[in-house]
Protein backbone atom coordinates (compact mmCIF):
# COMPACT_ATOMS: atom_id res chain seq x y z
CA UNK A 1 0.00 0.00 0.00
CA UNK A 2 3.08 2.35 0.49
CA UNK A 3 4.18 1.90 -3.24
CA UNK A 4 3.76 4.21 -6.10
CA UNK A 5 3.03 1.39 -8.39
CA UNK A 6 2.70 3.85 -11.69
CA UNK A 7 7.22 4.76 -10.97
CA UNK A 8 7.39 0.25 -10.79
CA UNK A 9 5.38 -0.14 -13.83
CA UNK A 10 7.19 2.44 -16.21
CA UNK A 11 10.61 1.55 -15.16
CA UNK A 12 9.27 -2.44 -15.54
CA UNK A 13 8.76 -1.35 -19.09
CA UNK A 14 12.14 -0.21 -19.92
CA UNK A 15 13.26 -2.94 -18.44
CA UNK A 16 11.44 -5.47 -20.61
CA UNK A 17 12.57 -3.84 -23.63
CA UNK A 18 14.71 -6.11 -25.78
CA UNK A 19 18.66 -5.12 -26.33
CA UNK A 20 21.05 -7.73 -28.00
CA UNK A 21 22.18 -10.21 -25.98
CA UNK A 22 25.84 -10.32 -26.96
CA UNK A 23 26.16 -13.50 -28.06
CA UNK A 24 27.06 -11.90 -31.90
CA UNK A 25 23.99 -14.30 -33.09
CA UNK A 26 21.55 -11.23 -33.35
CA UNK A 27 19.75 -12.81 -30.23
CA UNK A 28 17.76 -10.48 -28.30
CA UNK A 29 16.68 -10.66 -24.23
CA UNK A 30 15.63 -8.46 -21.35
CA UNK A 31 17.64 -5.33 -20.69
CA UNK A 32 17.33 -6.15 -16.78
CA UNK A 33 16.06 -9.49 -16.09
CA UNK A 34 15.32 -10.67 -12.13
CA UNK A 35 15.68 -14.03 -11.39
CA UNK A 36 16.25 -14.64 -7.29
CA UNK A 37 14.51 -16.83 -4.45
CA UNK A 38 14.73 -14.69 -1.31
CA UNK A 39 14.83 -17.22 1.40
CA UNK A 40 15.89 -15.12 3.89
CA UNK A 41 13.55 -12.41 5.91
CA UNK A 42 15.12 -9.00 5.42
CA UNK A 43 13.97 -5.07 6.05
CA UNK A 44 11.56 -4.15 3.56
CA UNK A 45 13.09 -1.07 2.45
CA UNK A 46 15.99 -2.98 1.79
CA UNK A 47 14.91 -5.52 -0.18
CA UNK A 48 13.11 -2.61 -2.49
CA UNK A 49 17.05 -1.66 -2.84
CA UNK A 50 18.41 -4.53 -3.79
CA UNK A 51 15.64 -5.13 -6.48
CA UNK A 52 15.40 -1.63 -7.96
CA UNK A 53 19.10 -1.70 -8.02
CA UNK A 54 18.74 -4.78 -10.77
CA UNK A 55 17.20 -2.35 -13.35
CA UNK A 56 19.27 0.62 -12.11
CA UNK A 57 16.49 2.30 -9.84
CA UNK A 58 16.72 4.46 -6.93
CA UNK A 59 14.55 4.01 -4.48
CA UNK A 60 12.86 7.42 -2.95
CA UNK A 61 10.82 7.52 -0.14
CA UNK A 62 8.24 10.85 -0.39
CA UNK A 63 4.96 12.06 0.32
CA UNK A 64 3.94 8.52 2.98
CA UNK A 65 4.76 6.06 -0.55
CA UNK A 66 8.41 4.32 -2.34
CA UNK A 67 8.81 5.67 -5.45
CA UNK A 68 11.63 4.56 -7.93
CA UNK A 69 14.01 6.69 -10.47
CA UNK A 70 15.91 4.90 -12.96
CA UNK A 71 18.41 5.37 -14.80
CA UNK A 72 17.34 5.63 -18.39
CA UNK A 73 17.10 8.27 -20.76
CA UNK A 74 15.33 11.49 -20.00
CA UNK A 75 14.49 15.00 -20.94
CA UNK A 76 15.63 17.82 -19.04
CA UNK A 77 12.71 18.97 -16.77
CA UNK A 78 13.83 22.13 -14.97
CA UNK A 79 16.64 24.95 -16.09
CA UNK A 80 19.02 26.85 -14.38
CA UNK A 81 21.55 29.77 -14.58
CA UNK A 82 22.62 32.25 -12.36
CA UNK A 83 19.04 33.92 -12.22
CA UNK A 84 17.94 31.23 -10.18
CA UNK A 85 20.20 30.20 -8.05
CA UNK A 86 22.25 31.53 -5.01
CA UNK A 87 25.15 34.08 -5.30
CA UNK A 88 27.20 31.55 -4.30
CA UNK A 89 26.85 30.24 -7.37
CA UNK A 90 27.73 26.57 -8.92
CA UNK A 91 29.73 24.69 -7.25
CA UNK A 92 31.47 21.48 -8.72
CA UNK A 93 33.68 18.38 -7.35
CA UNK A 94 35.02 15.30 -8.60
CA UNK A 95 36.82 11.59 -7.59
CA UNK A 96 40.23 10.89 -6.90
CA UNK A 97 42.01 8.92 -9.63
CA UNK A 98 42.94 6.72 -6.81
CA UNK A 99 39.45 5.72 -6.40
CA UNK A 100 38.50 4.45 -9.78
CA UNK A 101 39.15 0.95 -11.28
CA UNK A 102 40.55 0.11 -14.51
CA UNK A 103 38.65 -3.40 -14.02
CA UNK A 104 35.54 -4.47 -13.02
CA UNK A 105 34.39 -8.76 -12.24
CA UNK A 106 31.14 -8.97 -11.94
CA UNK A 107 29.85 -12.33 -10.41
CA UNK A 108 26.04 -13.65 -11.96
CA UNK A 109 24.57 -16.85 -11.82
CA UNK A 110 25.29 -19.24 -14.54
CA UNK A 111 22.16 -21.29 -15.02
CA UNK A 112 24.21 -23.70 -17.58
CA UNK A 113 26.90 -24.71 -15.40
CA UNK A 114 24.61 -23.80 -12.16
CA UNK A 115 27.73 -22.15 -10.54
CA UNK A 116 28.35 -18.56 -9.68
CA UNK A 117 30.55 -17.29 -12.88
CA UNK A 118 32.49 -14.12 -13.27
CA UNK A 119 31.91 -11.57 -16.33
CA UNK A 120 36.14 -9.27 -16.58
CA UNK A 121 35.02 -5.80 -18.40
CA UNK A 122 38.17 -3.63 -19.14
CA UNK A 123 40.74 -6.27 -19.35
CA UNK A 124 40.85 -6.62 -23.19
CA UNK A 125 43.81 -5.25 -25.88
CA UNK A 126 41.53 -2.51 -26.97
CA UNK A 127 43.48 0.58 -26.90
CA UNK A 128 40.90 1.82 -24.53
CA UNK A 129 41.16 -0.82 -21.86
CA UNK A 130 45.20 -0.33 -22.48
CA UNK A 131 44.98 3.44 -21.56
CA UNK A 132 43.06 2.55 -18.78
CA UNK A 133 45.16 0.22 -16.90
CA UNK A 134 48.40 2.83 -17.87
CA UNK A 135 46.72 5.25 -16.07
CA UNK A 136 45.06 3.70 -13.41
CA UNK A 137 47.25 0.64 -12.85
CA UNK A 138 45.36 -2.89 -12.30
CA UNK A 139 43.07 -1.47 -10.17
CA UNK A 140 40.09 -4.51 -9.62
CA UNK A 141 36.31 -3.61 -8.55
CA UNK A 142 34.31 -6.84 -7.45
CA UNK A 143 30.69 -6.74 -7.76
CA UNK A 144 27.79 -9.36 -6.78
CA UNK A 145 25.18 -8.81 -9.76
CA UNK A 146 22.13 -9.32 -7.45
CA UNK A 147 19.45 -11.52 -9.40
CA UNK A 148 21.51 -11.54 -12.69
CA UNK A 149 21.29 -15.06 -14.36
CA UNK A 150 22.59 -13.24 -18.11
CA UNK A 151 26.57 -12.96 -19.01
CA UNK A 152 25.36 -10.14 -21.19
CA UNK A 153 23.71 -8.22 -18.68
CA UNK A 154 26.46 -8.36 -16.19
CA UNK A 155 28.68 -7.16 -18.58
CA UNK A 156 26.40 -4.09 -18.84
CA UNK A 157 26.43 -3.61 -15.31
CA UNK A 158 30.50 -3.66 -15.41
CA UNK A 159 30.15 -1.47 -18.57
CA UNK A 160 27.45 0.98 -16.86
CA UNK A 161 30.02 0.88 -13.72
CA UNK A 162 32.95 2.07 -15.52
CA UNK A 163 31.17 4.67 -17.99
CA UNK A 164 30.21 6.22 -14.24
CA UNK A 165 33.53 6.22 -12.65
CA UNK A 166 35.60 7.60 -16.00
CA UNK A 167 32.63 10.35 -17.39
CA UNK A 168 30.27 10.99 -14.41
CA UNK A 169 32.63 11.07 -11.86
CA UNK A 170 31.67 15.08 -11.35
CA UNK A 171 29.21 16.80 -9.12
CA UNK A 172 27.31 19.86 -8.77
CA UNK A 173 25.89 21.40 -5.77
CA UNK A 174 24.26 24.41 -5.93
CA UNK A 175 20.94 26.47 -3.68
CA UNK A 176 17.95 27.74 -5.19
CA UNK A 177 14.62 29.43 -4.11
CA UNK A 178 11.69 27.21 -3.09
CA UNK A 179 9.86 27.61 -6.62
CA UNK A 180 12.08 25.56 -7.86
CA UNK A 181 13.44 23.42 -4.84
CA UNK A 182 9.79 22.04 -4.62
CA UNK A 183 9.56 21.08 -8.33
CA UNK A 184 12.80 19.35 -8.76
CA UNK A 185 13.02 15.26 -7.96
CA UNK A 186 15.68 13.05 -7.58
CA UNK A 187 16.32 11.33 -10.52
CA UNK A 188 15.58 14.24 -13.11
CA UNK A 189 17.64 15.68 -15.40
CA UNK A 190 18.37 19.55 -15.29
CA UNK A 191 20.21 21.46 -17.72
CA UNK A 192 22.49 24.75 -16.46
CA UNK A 193 24.08 27.46 -17.75
CA UNK A 194 27.25 28.55 -15.95
CA UNK A 195 28.84 31.62 -16.87
CA UNK A 196 32.18 31.05 -15.31
CA UNK A 197 32.65 27.71 -17.06
CA UNK A 198 30.74 28.06 -20.40
CA UNK A 199 32.63 31.50 -20.88
CA UNK A 200 29.49 32.92 -21.96
CA UNK A 201 26.31 34.16 -20.41
CA UNK A 202 23.50 32.22 -22.19
CA UNK A 203 20.74 31.90 -19.88
CA UNK A 204 18.53 34.47 -17.50
CA UNK A 205 15.20 35.33 -17.26
CA UNK A 206 11.98 36.00 -19.70
CA UNK A 207 10.52 39.61 -20.08
CA UNK A 208 7.61 38.89 -22.20
CA UNK A 209 6.41 36.38 -24.55
CA UNK A 210 4.26 35.28 -27.27
CA UNK A 211 4.56 31.39 -28.59
CA UNK A 212 6.60 32.84 -31.21
CA UNK A 213 9.02 35.92 -29.68
CA UNK A 214 10.52 36.10 -27.02
CA UNK A 215 11.92 39.25 -25.01
CA UNK A 216 15.17 38.54 -22.60
CA UNK A 217 16.39 40.28 -20.01
CA UNK A 218 19.88 42.07 -19.71
CA UNK A 219 20.44 41.30 -23.95
CA UNK A 220 23.72 43.65 -23.69
CA UNK A 221 25.62 40.93 -20.95
CA UNK A 222 24.04 37.74 -23.21
CA UNK A 223 26.33 36.43 -25.40
CA UNK A 224 23.65 35.92 -28.18
CA UNK A 225 24.26 32.91 -30.75
CA UNK A 226 24.73 33.50 -34.42
CA UNK A 227 22.34 31.93 -36.81
CA UNK A 228 24.80 30.06 -38.76
CA UNK A 229 24.99 28.16 -35.31
CA UNK A 230 22.04 26.44 -35.10
CA UNK A 231 21.04 28.24 -31.95
CA UNK A 232 17.93 26.96 -30.09
CA UNK A 233 16.56 28.55 -26.48
CA UNK A 234 14.74 26.28 -23.90
CA UNK A 235 12.04 27.57 -21.70
CA UNK A 236 9.76 26.45 -18.77
CA UNK A 237 6.43 26.77 -20.33
CA UNK A 238 3.22 27.55 -17.80
CA UNK A 239 2.39 23.59 -17.47
CA UNK A 240 5.92 23.40 -16.11
CA UNK A 241 7.58 21.30 -18.81
CA UNK A 242 10.30 22.52 -20.61
CA UNK A 243 10.23 22.97 -24.39
CA UNK A 244 13.14 23.69 -26.89
CA UNK A 245 12.96 25.66 -30.30
CA UNK A 246 14.54 26.80 -33.26
CA UNK A 247 15.92 30.57 -33.09
CA UNK A 248 14.45 31.92 -36.35
CA UNK A 249 15.98 35.42 -35.94
CA UNK A 250 17.46 38.15 -33.51
CA UNK A 251 16.33 41.71 -33.34
CA UNK A 252 17.88 43.35 -30.02
CA UNK A 253 16.08 41.66 -26.99
CA UNK A 254 14.05 39.98 -29.22
CA UNK A 255 13.76 36.33 -29.99
CA UNK A 256 11.94 34.81 -33.01
CA UNK A 257 11.32 31.04 -32.25
CA UNK A 258 9.54 28.41 -34.02
CA UNK A 259 6.03 27.93 -32.04
CA UNK A 260 6.26 26.90 -28.60
CA UNK A 261 3.02 24.52 -27.82
CA UNK A 262 1.92 27.58 -25.45
CA UNK A 263 3.98 31.37 -24.66
CA UNK A 264 5.91 31.32 -21.87
CA UNK A 265 5.21 32.97 -18.63
CA UNK A 266 7.25 36.36 -17.51
CA UNK A 267 10.07 35.97 -15.51
CA UNK A 268 10.55 32.24 -15.92
CA UNK A 269 14.32 31.15 -16.77
CA UNK A 270 15.05 30.27 -20.50
CA UNK A 271 18.69 29.07 -21.44
CA UNK A 272 20.34 29.55 -25.37
CA UNK A 273 22.17 26.79 -26.83
CA UNK A 274 24.34 26.30 -30.01
CA UNK A 275 26.42 23.82 -31.78
CA UNK A 276 29.55 25.51 -30.49
CA UNK A 277 28.43 26.29 -27.26
CA UNK A 278 25.95 23.74 -25.28
CA UNK A 279 24.80 23.59 -22.03
CA UNK A 280 25.54 21.24 -19.69
CA UNK A 281 23.18 18.43 -17.87
CA UNK A 282 23.09 16.91 -14.85
CA UNK A 283 20.88 14.21 -12.60
CA UNK A 284 19.38 15.07 -9.61
CA UNK A 285 20.83 13.07 -6.55
CA UNK A 286 19.71 14.66 -3.69
CA UNK A 287 17.10 17.75 -2.90
CA UNK A 288 17.65 19.32 0.51
CA UNK A 289 15.19 21.84 2.41
CA UNK A 290 17.76 24.43 4.38
CA UNK A 291 15.50 26.85 6.02
CA UNK A 292 11.73 26.49 4.85
CA UNK A 293 12.58 29.21 1.63
CA UNK A 294 16.13 27.65 0.48
CA UNK A 295 17.10 24.35 -0.95
CA UNK A 296 20.36 22.43 -1.89
CA UNK A 297 20.71 20.64 -4.94
CA UNK A 298 22.93 18.16 -6.08
CA UNK A 299 23.37 16.48 -9.05
CA UNK A 300 25.72 14.61 -11.09
CA UNK A 301 26.93 14.50 -15.05
CA UNK A 302 24.22 13.31 -16.95
CA UNK A 303 25.43 11.86 -20.65
CA UNK A 304 22.40 11.14 -23.15
CA UNK A 305 24.70 9.14 -25.46
CA UNK A 306 25.86 6.46 -22.59
CA UNK A 307 22.87 4.12 -23.20
CA UNK A 308 23.88 3.16 -26.46
CA UNK A 309 27.78 3.57 -25.35
CA UNK A 310 27.12 0.95 -22.77
CA UNK A 311 24.46 -1.69 -25.04
CA UNK A 312 25.51 -1.16 -28.37
CA UNK A 313 29.41 0.65 -28.40
CA UNK A 314 27.95 3.64 -30.32
CA UNK A 315 30.34 6.32 -29.85
CA UNK A 316 29.53 9.29 -27.39
CA UNK A 317 28.38 12.08 -28.94
CA UNK A 318 30.57 15.30 -28.69
CA UNK A 319 29.10 17.79 -26.72
CA UNK A 320 30.64 21.85 -26.20
CA UNK A 321 29.99 23.01 -22.54
CA UNK A 322 32.95 25.59 -22.65
CA UNK A 323 34.77 27.67 -25.14
CA UNK A 324 37.43 28.60 -22.47
CA UNK A 325 39.51 25.95 -23.70
CA UNK A 326 39.52 26.96 -27.63
CA UNK A 327 41.98 28.98 -29.08
Known amino acids: SNLDLFSFVAASRYANEEVDDGSGSGTKEARFSCNVN ?10 INELS ?10 AGSVSISQDKPITP ?3 FNLSNVSEAGFSYSGSSLKQRHSIFSISYFNMDSQEVDFEVVGDSN ?16 KVKAFACTSR ?9 MMFAEEQQSEVLTFSTSIDAGVIVRPGSVIEVNDPVRAGQRRGGRVVSATTTAITIDSV ?10 NPTISVILSDGTVETKSITSI ?21 LSSTSLQTQQFRVLQVEEKDGLNYQITA ?28
Open 251 to 271: SGAVLTVNAFSSAPSANTPYL
Open 38 to 47: IQSPKQAFDV
Open 152 to 160: NQAARLGRA
Open 77 to 79: SYL
Open 300 to 327: ITYILGKYNFIENNVPLPVRNISILNKP
Open 220 to 229: SQTSLPSLND
Open 53 to 62: GVMMCMPIWS
Open 126 to 141: SSADVTRRQKLGTAIK
